[in-house]
């Protein structure tokens, strides 16, 4: 029998089906082409034969149709909280401050009880992993969020919205100028404030998110894992159904 696992972000649904453990089917689809689709989606879950659907979300209501549609069916779904989570993943923070379960899943995706994570997605995230427990995160704009918030603000910018890949600090047109300052510059400041955190860079490093993979050449010394939530999914997956 097998496990589905649903990871919904608040850009995507990832999906992964385990066998025995293994990975046998993995895909990831956008909100958008999901919509008005839920239900064939769910009939191609039907396909396999499924033991149990594992369920973690930051984006509940983009996601309310497919696990309504799950229940209908008479699956048996789990959905991850803190309380199923806290177990394997001390949370170093104030008391009754919540702590998304993205950014849990990629500190159980992580074999190290010490690391640091950047994941790049809707937003970007530089995560503290220490012994085993979530330190503490910096959040900051994503990519698109931050050229979508220029461009809107800005008269003359309006229709640039793909960018290159960075090439210099300074560009020479507007395209490469906003990828210089907004993509550049976001990249520089993470690895600044990775660097204040491990100055003499001793703990491993991870990257993952969405846009792990293209910008994976201005993080040198990371391991890049995009689907590192996933992998810390997968884990908790194994431990409760």
Same mark, same amino acid.
């Given at each position: 029998?097998?496990?589905?696992? +649903?990871?919904?972000?608040?850009? /995507? ?14 895909? #990831? ?23 149990? &659907? ?29 309380? %199923?989570? #806290? ?7 104030? @008391? ?6 993205? +950014? ?14 950047? @994941?790049?997605? !809707?937003?970007?995230? /530089?995560?503290?992993?220490? @012994? ?7 959040? #900051? ?23 290159? =890949? ?6 020479? @047109? !507007?395209? #490469?100028?906003? %990828?210089?300052?907004? +993509? ?6 993470? +690895?600044?404030? !990775?660097? %204040? ?26 391991? &890049? &894992?995009?689907?590192?939530? =996933?992998?810390?999914?997968? =884990? =908790? ?5």
């Amino acid at each position: 029998m097998n496990i589905v696992l +649903l990871e919904i972000g608040n850009t /995507a649904v990832h999906v992964e089906v385990l066998n025995g453990g293994q990975a046998v089917y993995a895909s #990831s689809l956008e909100h958008e082409t999901l919509k008005g689709k839920e239900e064939k989606f769910v009939e191609g879950l039907a396909s396999f034969q499924i033991f149990k &659907v594992v369920v973690s979300s930051v984006a509940p209501k983009k996601g309310e149709k497919i696990l309504s549609i799950l229940r209908k069916k008479n699956f048996d779904v789990a959905e991850i909280s803190d309380e %199923s989570i #806290s177990p394997y993943v001390p949370v170093h923070v104030r @008391d009754g401050v919540e702590v998304g379960i993205d +950014l849990l899943l990629d500190v159980l995706g992580v074999e190290e009880k010490d690391a640091i994570i950047v @994941d790049l997605g !809707t937003c970007n995230k /530089a995560i503290l992993k220490k @012994d085993g427990a979530f330190e503490g995160v910096a959040i #900051s704009p994503g990519f698109e969020a931050s050229l979508k918030a220029t461009i809107e603000e800005t008269e003359l910018m309006k229709g640039v919205m793909d960018l290159p =890949l960075p090439k210099a600090p300074i560009g020479k @047109d !507007t395209p #490469s100028a906003l %990828s210089s300052g907004i +993509l550049l510059g976001s990249i520089y400041g993470l +690895l600044a404030l !990775t660097d %204040s955190l491990d100055p003499n860079r001793t703990l491993p490093r991870y990257l993952c998110g969405g846009l792990a993979n293209p910008f994976s050449s201005y993080f040198p010394g990371y391991k &890049v &894992v995009p689907s590192l939530g =996933l992998f810390g999914l997968r =884990l =908790l997956a194994s431990k409760i159904a």
